[in-house]
């Protein structure tokens, strides 16, 4: 049907894409591969030649040393990091939803402003409004609790939540709403019953969206745990273990391969629903 | 909860309120968390730039504007200003011209564009703490990119204890795990045009650059918009890799507007003057992200014109 008259990218034109792919290629892997193949290296090696792959050296001894070392409870970190990315998760579901719900079947210019003032949140830097919560927090008397910190990283999760919740509701027909109103159910029923169970995907978006935040946040933990509360996540853990410039680097990779890790795992298997939830979270806007 | 079948009279207001009642029972929750979590300490931190406390005593004067003054004043602060401009513009434009680019030349089918795809975009999970870390174990004066250097016979670059390189390296650091997100989004947005309009514009002769200029570019604006002001708001809280990668050194010539505003809050007991800078850096992101979600709105009116 359609003539190719497409004049055919020259030889010159796939070698220059190439180029320039392969480079940046190159140099978003160089990272991930000094930091693992210097993670079984002595430190003299690392030095040497940090980029060539020493058999002869190979030793498991300072990844060993980095999972037992007493500065830093990886294995702790891990298991406390993703009971807070579990219980935030399930908060913030559990307060998002039913009010995004109200957001979206209502008509009144207070549930506009409802909308509003929790997507205001979408353009306050967290750590602006930290250090207030800290004296909040303090009043409230969960300062250096883990209930205060879960408190905090649900309350930093509902703007996008909620943005991203009531965008879809509107998109289920009312009809649903009215039938389980004719059965009898009350509003909270029905929206439970009913009206949750089809939100699926979008909670899927929200649980993947919202794990890696709470997974990756470093600054909230440090301030609000604090060193004194003598609880560490991953990123507290690793700021707390590798210091600045240290150069101990048999202890550096290691615990950085280690903190690193998981959230590989979790990106390999779930690439698809991450990219689906950013580009989803992204143009609902 | 569950609503009485009976029928009642009761007066109009009586019966309003009982029809709120569900709502009310889902909205407060989220609304009382939001409020002790986000919009009180913002009123606090509000009230808080007034005043001279320094966190711990228990005396506090009101002093106007002087925390203000001071944050516009102070060569510390002005500095932590700049360099975040710095970042937020230099990184916005770099990071989407990257995810742009790599975004263009990967967006056919294929097996090598999806690993391609993988390897851009990995970085976005992994903290911005841990990447400052990674970094600055390879640009450390004895650190894995010197190694190479000097296998090359090449002398060593003060990457990190260099201010100008310093801040060069703060800057690469955040464009290479940033436009991988960036990059995404642009490719949803090129994979979303009509795969007719290519095909017409094939037949009209016009040329691969042809077509990206004058079909993909206007029929995306939306996503640029997008892209730049998450990106530059983003961009204007950068702290955790700048701790990690720098330390705010050397000399403190890569402190950024957060780094001063907690070291303020905490490490330096002057509290007011935190608020008060973190009072300015809010207005300052309200009105960016704001400001250009307008003027791009204008420009993208103009692109489907």
């Known amino acids: 049907m359609i003539r190719q008259t497409r004049n055919r990218p020259s030889a010159l034109v796939g070698g220059i894409r190439w180029l320039v792919l392969g480079v940046v290629a190159i140099t978003m892997l160089i990272p991930m591969y000094t930091m693992v193949i210097n993670a079984f290296k002595p430190q003299k090696d690392i030095i040497e030649s940090p980029l060539l792959i020493t058999p002869q050296s190979f030793t498991l001894d300072f990844l060993w040393a980095a999972i037992t070392s007493s500065k830093f409870n990886v294995i702790a970190a891990y298991g406390i990091t993703l009971l807070f990315v579990v219980v935030v998760n399930i908060f913030c579901i559990l307060l998002s939803a039913p009010v995004a719900y109200v957001i979206a079947r209502g008509r009144s210019k207070w549930h506009l402003g409802l909308l509003l003032l929790f997507v205001s949140g979408l353009f306050i830097p967290g750590q602006v409004t930290l250090i207030p919560v800290v004296f909040v927090l303090r009043m409230l008397g969960l300062i250096n609790t883990i209930p205060g910190f879960i408190l905090f990283e649900t309350a930093a999760t509902l703007p996008v939540t909620i943005f991203l919740f009531s965008a879809y509701l509107r998109s289920v027909p009312r009809d649903i709403d009215e039938a389980a109103a004719l059965d009898g159910a009350g509003p909270v029923r029905a929206f439970w019953s009913c009206i949750f169970p089809i939100m699926k995907p979008v909670v899927a978006t929200i649980v993947v969206l919202n794990s890696i935040g709470v997974w990756n946040d470093f600054v909230s933990p440090q301030i609000i745990l604090g060193p004194s509360s003598g609880i560490y996540t991953v990123t507290t853990g690793v700021y707390a273990a590798v210091g600045q410039f240290s150069t101990d680097y048999t202890q550096v990779f290691p615990t950085l391969l280690l903190a690193v890790l998981p959230a590989m795992v979790f990106f390999i298997v779930m690439q698809r629903h991450i990219i689906g939830g950013l580009v989803a979270g992204a143009t609902k806007g | ?305």
């Open chain 2, 1 to 305: 909860m569950s609503s009485t079948i009976a029928p009642q009279r009761r007066s109009g207001a009586a019966q309003r309120w009982r029809r709120r009642v569900p709502g009310l029972i889902m909205a407060t929750p989220a609304v009382a968390v939001f409020l002790a979590m986000f919009v009180i300490p913002m009123i606090l931190a509000g009230v808080l730039s007034f005043t001279d406390w320094t966190g711990y005593s228990l005396n506090f004067d009101f002093v106007g504007w002087d925390n203000y003054a001071r944050a516009f004043r102070n060569p510390r602060s002005i500095s932590a200003a700049v360099f975040t401009g710095v970042i937020a513009l230099v990184g916005t434009l770099f990071c989407n011209l990257v995810g742009l680019a790599i975004a263009a030349l990967i967006s056919g089918p294929g097996r090598s564009n999806t690993i391609l795809r993988t390897i851009f975009f990995y970085p976005y999970v992994i903290s911005s703490l841990i990447i400052g870390f990674i970094w600055s174990a390879m640009l450390a004066p004895t650190g894995a990119v010197n190694g190479m250097l000097a296998s090359f016979g090449l002398p060593a670059m003060p990457f990190l204890t260099d201010p100008t390189f310093a801040k060069a390296s703060v800057i690469f650091t955040i464009v290479w795990s940033h436009f991988g997100f960036n990059m995404i989004l642009f490719l949803a947005g090129i994979k979303s045009v009509p795969a007719e309009y290519y095909e017409a514009a094939t037949v009209d002769g016009a040329s691969r650059w042809q077509q990206f200029r004058s079909i993909t570019v206007p029929l995306i604006a939306p996503v640029f918009t997008v892209n730049i002001v998450l990106t530059l708001v983003g961009l204007l809280k950068a702290y955790d890799v700048v701790l990690s990668l720098t330390d705010g050194g050397p000399a403190g010539s890569t402190q950024t507007i957060v780094y001063q505003i907690l070291k303020d809050s905490f490490a330096n007991s002057a509290l007011g003057f935190g608020a008060a800078q973190s009072i300015v850096l809010l207005i300052v992101t309200a009105v960016i992200g704001l400001g250009v979600t307008l003027v791009r709105r204008r420009a993208e009116q103009k692109a489907v014109d």
